[in-house]
């Protein structure tokens, strides 16, 4: 759906254009840990190893690089506290906030559908 830029630095938003800025952003919200790690933000401020807990199965590398790329594009804010050991919670931002709703619903839905959408183990890639 082509759109014309709400800020006005662009002429159009269209994630369908090979160029368009939007696809940086699209690419790094389908992710599935950047998903899962904003739900798991969506109750408060948490550190390293509690969203680490949640989300089962990653790995500390990607979930540091998913971490600092949803800082970057402004969804979270990364909050160091001086204390020995170091500190550090991360907590969503308006932005984040935002995007945390259709992402709840995203989620919701895959844990409702999912007996109609698999009707076969997936194959491991």
Known sequence: MVMPCPSGQHG???VYAAQCRCRPLL???ANKWSALAIGALEDGPRRFGEIQ???QGVSPKVLTQTLRRLEEF???DRTVYPAVPLHVEYALTDLGRSA???LNHLR???EQNLDQAVRAEPVAH
């Open 53 to 55: 807990r949640r989300l």
């Open 12 to 14: 159009e938003h269209d």
């Open 74 to 76: 402004g969804f979270l």
């Open 108 to 110: 919701s839905w895959v």
């Open 100 to 102: 945390a709703v259709p």
């Open 27 to 29: 690419d790094l919200l």
